[in-house]
């Protein structure tokens, strides 16, 4: 109990550190508070979920001393308890009959991760203004900051390309959403999978490393996927905005998707290191234009791969047992 106690506070307040550096505004502080998550997955699935709650309550309680206490919801929901909650899906594993065990799949894993992203980046919207007007209106004097801090007396006429400024603002305004929650998908998976890696390296995660090539989403995600899309264009207001960021969402989860099939499909092929170098060369390149290719790649590996099934030969570590409970 001591060692749950200890570690998760020590866990909440480099999370809370992490977070809060962000303020200075610096491109090293940014990268940074990308890793917050980290500490508290860390101590989730080192430990037990129980100490991902300790650093949780911690890391609110040190970010509302040290900045204000309205500070401290955003970091309890936007980075702690998303963290906390993916730790604990990581580590639920249930016997089956012939005495192995089957371990919570990693394609409903990414699910959560798809559907925390696009809540989080919803309630952050939310946040800006409690009406649509007050959050656009936010958004609007945030991205003229950051126009006039770059491009100075242009940002306020006729940009290159015959835009304007109030059209790109409007542009940008309209995909924020669909952006933030896409962008978010790969950051939690990366966080996740760092905290695994190194728990694991310790000798303390009790889940065997799964076969992430292996991993498929869900039979019903391409439909979610469709009717966040079809929401995103048809709803207005914040539900449009809902909807925006769980299509950005999904899409970024069905893109690592297709990451994963190539991944399968090319296992054991000769150029199969000159295909994924090819592969990760266009994503690095061409991003924006990349991304959609593989979401339908993994659109259709959802749709005809074989079910997931993440069983392991015989049962788990006494260690789990405290994270499944």
Avoid at 40 to 56: D, E, F, S
Avoid at 120 to 130: E, Y
Avoid at 227 to 241: E, I, K, P, Q, R
């Amino acid at each position: 109990m001591m060692s749950t106690l200890v570690t998760g506070a020590g866990a909440g307040l480099v999370s809370a550190l992490l977070f809060t550096v962000v303020i200075t505004g610096s491109p090293l502080a940014v990268m940074l508070s990308y890793v917050a998550p980290l500490p508290v997955i860390i101590a989730a699935l080192g430990w037990n979920h129980r100490a991902g709650l300790v650093a949780t309550a911690a890391g609110a309680l040190a970010v509302g001393v040290a900045l204000r206490w309205a500070a401290a919801p955003a970091f309890a929901l936007g980075v702690a308890l998303p963290a906390w909650w993916l730790a604990y899906l990581a580590l639920l594993g249930r016997p089956t009959d012939d005495g192995r065990i089957e371990w919570y799949p990693v394609g409903r894993l990414l699910l959560w991760v798809a559907a925390v992203a696009g809540l989080v980046t919803f309630a952050g919207a939310v946040s800006l203004g409690w009406s649509y007007d007050s959050y656009e209106e936010t958004m609007r004097r945030a991205i003229n900051s950051v126009l006039k801090a770059e491009l100075g007396a242009a940002a306020d006429g006729e940009l290159p390309a015959g835009l304007s400024s109030a059209a790109l603002v409007d542009t940008i305004v309209a995909v924020m959403p669909l952006a933030a929650a896409a962008s978010f998908v790969p950051m939690l998976v990366i966080n996740l999978w760092g905290a695994a890696r190194a728990v694991s390296l310790s000798g303390r995660l009790p889940r065997p490393w799964p076969a992430l090539p292996q991993m498929m989403l869900p039979r019903p995600a391409p439909f979610l996927l469709l009717v966040a899309l079809a929401g995103s264009f048809v709803l207005t207001g914040f539900a449009g905005v809902l909807a925006q960021a769980l299509t950005g969402a999904l899409a970024a989860a069905f893109a690592l998707q297709g990451l994963a099939a190539i991944h399968r499909w090319t296992a054991g092929k000769a150029g199969r290191p000159l295909i994924l170098g090819l592969v990760y060369l266009v994503v690095v390149i061409f991003l924006i234009w990349a991304l959609p290719v593989l979401a339908v790649v993994g659109v259709a590996a959802a749709f005809f791969g074989p079910p997931e099934q993440q069983i392991t030969p015989g049962v788990p570590p006494v260690a789990s047992s405290d994270n499944r409970t």
